[in-house]
């Protein structure tokens, strides 16, 4: 019974490195899913933390154009670092219309403006398990088969194809550990968003 609940991780991944991958990245794996991100040519990544840094090298593996959309220059830089075609702000033009868009931050006030840049038919997934108010806008912005979607629970399929998919490319997540009795600092680090990646807690660190 109990394998039914666990996940094989890839050998050549370490336990810190693959923490993040049953969390943040499997959420951004759902998010891309939903986003029918394997057959879109252009990709926007809005918000560029633990799950958006692991997103982008499934996307990129796939073959997408990926432009991130970042308030933070810390963020915008380890994007740039990590590849992304385009790096930018929520408001700025990226010059292209995007097919599928993933909004990883939980504020409300993103989508109206990420709905301008969807191309017709385009998919906008908001991949955070709340969300603060959505602004009204007007009907065009979603008007053109446009769809605004959540991400509610990742299944089966999606971890297993995950984790074959980070050995495959191989998926590097980039972490900052903490010991356990300093989770309050790993908290504090990414609500200021301080931290590149993923924040991890070392139960056994000393």
């Given amino acids: 019974m109990g394998e039914e609940f666990a996940y094989p991780v890839p050998e050549e991944i370490d336990d810190a490195h693959a923490a993040p991958l049953m969390c943040a990245g499997i959420i951004g794996y759902r998010s891309l899913r939903l986003a029918d991100a394997e057959n879109a040519p252009t990709l926007g990544l809005v918000g560029f933390g633990a799950s958006a840094h692991i997103a982008i090298q499934v996307a990129q593996h796939w073959g997408c154009e990926t432009y991130v959309f970042s308030h933070t220059e810390r963020h915008r830089n380890f994007a740039r670092e990590m590849g992304a075609t385009w790096v930018g702000e929520v408001g700025d033009d990226p010059g292209v219309k995007l097919r599928s868009a993933i909004i990883f931050a939980p504020v409300g006030e993103l989508i109206p403006p990420m709905l301008r840049v969807l191309e017709r038919g385009g998919q ?62 790993a908290l504090r680090q990414v609500k200021e968003s301080e931290v590149s990646g993923a924040a991890v807690l070392d139960i056994d660190a000393r």
């Fill in 124 to 185: 906008l997934v908001c991949a955070g398990i709340h969300m603060s108010p959505i602004p009204q806008f007007e009907y065009d912005l979603i008007y053109g088969e446009r769809v605004l979607r959540s991400v509610m629970n990742a299944t089966r399929e999606d971890g297993e194809d995950l984790m074959r998919l980070a050995g495959e490319i191989p998926i590097e997540t980039t972490v900052t550990t903490f010991p356990l009795e300093e989770a309050n600092e």
